[in-house]
């Protein structure tokens, strides 16, 4: 079956990194694009980065952009996200996605969230 299981959040002062990793299986990892999503206390989840097939395209949140690099590993089915210059605002859970074709169309896949928190 699909699994995605996320690892590296922690808690990190303002100004600080952290690398978060998505582990994947149970699905042709290196054929489909991958997503990471963040979702803070009282608010809706948010997209933040976007990582194609291959790794060629990438896309971000304006928020993050210039601070957070997705990047992928296919021949170890990971996703990453690499996250520089944190801020509380970036305080949140992060969770990794992504979306297979089914009989029904897509379905999309969670990974658990792995907790970013962000504070002195």
């Known amino acids: 079956q699909v699994q995605l299981v996320e690892s590296g959040g922690g808690l990190v002062q303002p100004g600080g990194s952290l690398r978060l990793s998505c582990a994947a299986s149970g699905f042709p990892f290196k054929s489909y694009a991958m997503t990471w999503y963040r979702q803070a206390p009282g608010k809706e989840r948010e997209l933040v980065a976007w990582i194609s097939s291959t790794g060629g395209n990438t896309n971000y949140v304006d928020s993050v952009k210039g601070r957070f690099t997705i990047s992928r590993d296919n021949a170890k089915n990971a996703v990453y996200l690499q996250m520089n210059s944190l801020i509380p605002e970036d305080t949140a859970v992060y969770l990794c996605?992504?979306?297979?074709?089914?009989?029904?169309?897509?379905?999309?896949?969670w990974g658990q969230g792995t907790q970013v928190t962000v504070s002195s």
């Open positions: 996605k992504t979306s297979l074709p089914s009989s029904r169309g897509w379905t999309d896949y």
